[in-house]
């Protein structure tokens, strides 16, 4: 049995995590740990052997820290992590010699949608992304959306059109947010949980990739797949898709 610790138990994620860890076959919930817990503690005490995070970016790196001190895998769904934030992870699972994974997104199709819009930034260079989450989101643009833009960044063969100067902008911000050159739309409503739109544009022609996750259940099955290949992890692993 995989023993899993969650950090962040009482959130929309971590309960849905909880339940579905209780549910699957092979692993086990040993501590359920909130705001103001001692986490090396709750870890040492419950023997956890995978910390499952979705808490909030402040919180997730100092959870992250703790976990691989304690030699407890920590996979981690919470977004608004830097890239500085990534590069200390990267070393302190070479110092600890712990592995861990950050997925920004565990929802299956959301990840074949970033591959899928890797594969046609080959060949269209002009896209731009619209993200549109609940309103209780508390970071933007979302961590899909980051990992979409530099998906397609590293992709992308031909040279996109200029974009308007944002001195045109009438109203700041109209244009979007530009990650490593792709301009993202953050739209927070009542009625969204998290959906994302790619809209290639061309000659003549346009693309659009779409995914919804209606509810949270959509992310529990990555997030079972990844506690299952936990033991294999090396270093730091950036994406569920490294584990598909
Ligand atoms: N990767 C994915 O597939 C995915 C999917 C959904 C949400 N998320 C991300 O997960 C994160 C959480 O989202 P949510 O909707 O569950 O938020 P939420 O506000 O419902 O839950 C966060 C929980 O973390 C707790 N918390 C904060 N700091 C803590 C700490 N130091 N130790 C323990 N618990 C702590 C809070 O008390 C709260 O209960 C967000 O960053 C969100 O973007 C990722
Ligand atoms: O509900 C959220 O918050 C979500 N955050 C992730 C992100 O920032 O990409 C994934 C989808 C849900």
């Known amino acids: 049995m995989i023993k899993v610790a969650v950090t962040g138990a009482l959130g929309r994620m971590g309960s849905e995590v909880v339940r579905a860890v ?9 501590a359920q740990i909130e705001l103001g817990d001692n986490l090396a503690d709750e870890l040492k005490y419950s023997d956890a052997q995978v910390m499952v995070d979705f808490t909030i970016p402040a919180s997730a790196l100092a959870n992250i820290r703790t976990a691989l001190a304690s030699k407890v895998i920590p996979i981690v769904g919470t977004s608004g992590l830097s890239p500085a934030d990534l590069d200390e992870i990267r070393g302190l699972c070479e110092t600890h010699q712990t592995a861990c994974l950050i997925a920004p997104n565990f929802a299956i199709g959301a990840l ?26 508390v970071d933007a643009p979302s ?26 902008e009438s109203h700041a911000g109209a244009t979007g947010a530009e990650v ?21 544009g061309a000659q003549g022609q346009r693309l659009s990739l779409r995914h919804d996750s209606l509810d949270r259940t959509s992310f529990m099955p990555g997030v079972v797949l990844a506690i299952q290949k936990s033991a294999s992890l090396k270093g730091l692993t950036y994406g569920l898709e490294n584990l598909l």
Do not use: C
């Not at 209780?22 to 040993?30: D, K, L, R, S, T």
């Not at 961590?143 to 045109?168: D, H, L, S």
């Open 112 to 137: 074949l949608m970033m591959q899928f819009a890797a594969q046609a930034a080959k060949y269209l260079p002009d896209v731009e992304i619209i993200e549109l989450h609940h309103e209780k989101k």
């Open 143 to 168: 961590g899909t959306a980051v990992k979409t833009a530099q998906m397609i960044a590293a992709a992308r063969t031909g040279t996109p059109i200029p974009r308007p100067e944002t001195a045109f």
């Open 22 to 30: 209780q549910a699957a076959e092979g692993m086990e919930i040993v």
């Open 180 to 200: 490593d050159g792709v301009p993202v739309h953050s739209v927070r409503l009542p009625g969204f949980v998290a959906s994302q739109e790619i809209i290639f």
